[in-house]
């Protein structure tokens, strides 16, 4: 065994003794936990976290009035957050040290330098492992070709990279689990993936595996409710309102939420747009009918309709990509024709629920002048929509989109629950 290997090793026993270690005495002091008290001090503690997020440096004082909490209430919520390491006070020369935070007008904000969160995005053809902090930046990303691994193949690599880029990235840092996001229907309450065609998957314990390698808590979904998790926690103000987001890579899916939460269904299967019929495409679908979104808009497709007509030699999505951004017309004409499907389902998602803003998650969205304004084009055209401009838009995180979704299935776990177990080993208020 290689002297790096053994540091992995190493760290990774390690951080399994802690993990198991922590989880077992908290539980045992705090039997108090789920009831109804319990749950309401995690409620409080999150909306103070929340407002921080939204406001820092921002004074004790000012989130008291935004979260409606007493001053007393906000002064011992702070305290604890920052004793569990996710906020400090600041000072006109620099965070104070960790832990401090007493004085009601001296500004509080997150502390991004004490934790950082997993992420894993598993696409068709390759994986991304990489690291944020707690504001959602992503801090270092690694893509990993992985055609022809099996799954439990597959997550044993991811997890070495993790532990790789916890290694040469953050080694001063103490991470707080891994969130991993994933196309198919993945149920989040087991942490499977019941269903990936196009991985060929089926009933991955992708949430055991990963823990067992990691010794990490690990936390799985969909990865378009994955983005609209992201969405609502670091990007567009009105995603908090509600918000569709569309996805179209090779996998096509969908997500939607209201002020109250992502919306997931029994055994989170709902956002199955794949075979939405759509006009004008006679793309054969793997459901045997076509016309399928999916078929008629996925990445694959548009690479072969490249090949076919002469565009490239082989069917290399990014190439095409590439070959469009540079304004290569005929290239772009081929996004624009896709763009129209694509503004076909924007528009009958609008229609049926009517959220504030449908954000389109699409790679020629951001790189392709012109695919934007068609799918608005089309939206305003199919829809009642009043102001596409307004209401459609590109993500928030162009460029960094998989690293965000996979790291917010997890920082929304803890956004959501800071006294939660990712950070107190106590198990989660409901
Ligand atoms: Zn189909």
Redesign the pocket.
């Given at each position: 065994m290689g002297m790096r290997q053994a540091r992995i090793l190493g760290i990774l026993g390690a951080r399994r003794f802690v993990c198991h270690d922590r989880a077992m005495t908290s539980r045992a002091r705090s039997p108090q936990r789920t009831d109804a008290r319990g749950a309401r001090r995690s409620a409080s503690a999150s909306a103070v976290l929340r407002a921080v997020l939204d406001g820092g440096p921002i004074a004790r004082s000012t989130i008291a009035r935004r979260t409606g909490l007493s001053a007393a209430a906000v002064t011992g919520h702070t305290a604890e957050l920052a004793r569990l390491g996710l906020l400090h006070e600041l000072v006109e020369s620099g965070p104070e040290p960790r832990g401090r935070v007493g004085r009601p007008h001296v500004p509080v904000d997150l502390d991004t330098g004490r934790h950082v969160a997993g992420a894993l995005h598993l696409a068709v053809h390759h994986a991304t492992v990489a690291l944020l902090d707690l504001r959602g930046n992503v801090l270092v990303q690694h893509e990993e070709p992985h055609d022809g691994l099996a799954a439990e193949d597959l997550l044993a690599r991811a997890a070495e990279i993790f532990d790789d880029l916890l290694l040469g990235h953050a080694p001063d840092r103490e991470p707080l689990g891994l969130g991993v996001a994933t196309g198919g229907w993945v149920d989040r309450a087991s942490g499977t993936v019941v269903e990936h065609p196009l991985l060929g998957w089926r009933n991955v314990p992708v949430r055991d595996l990963l823990t067992g390698s990691t010794g990490l808590a690990v936390e799985v979904d969909g990865h378009a409710r994955a983005l609209v998790h992201a969405e609502r926690l670091f990007g567009h103000p009105r995603a908090r309102d509600s918000v569709v987001q569309l996805f179209t890579g090779n996998v096509v899916d969908a997500a939607f939420a209201t002020g109250a939460g992502v919306h997931h269904g029994p055994r989170s299967a709902a956002g199955a747009v794949?075979?939405l019929p759509v006009d004008g495409s006679t793309e054969p679908?793997?459901?045997?009918?076509?016309?399928?979104?999916?078929?008629a808009v996925s990445e694959g497709t548009l690479a072969r309709a490249a090949v076919e007509c002469g565009l490239l030699e082989r069917p290399d999505f990014p190439e095409l990509l590439a070959l469009a951004e540079s304004g290569h017309s005929a290239a772009a004409r081929l996004f624009h024709e896709r763009a129209r499907l694509v503004g076909q389902a924007a528009a009958l998602l609008l229609e049926v629920l009517n959220p504030a803003v449908l954000v389109v998650v699409d790679r020629s969205v951001t790189r392709v002048p012109g695919c934007l304004p068609i799918i608005r084009d089309e939206v305003r055209d199919r829809s009642r929509c009043p102001d596409p401009a307004e209401t459609v838009v590109g993500t928030s995180f162009p460029g960094t989109e998989l690293a965000t979704a996979g790291g917010a299935v997890l920082l929304d776990v803890l956004y959501d629950d800071p006294l939660g177990p990712l950070l107190t080993g106590l198990p989660r208020a409901s």
């Open positions: 794949a075979h679908c793997r459901c045997g009918r076509t016309g399928c979104l999916e078929a």
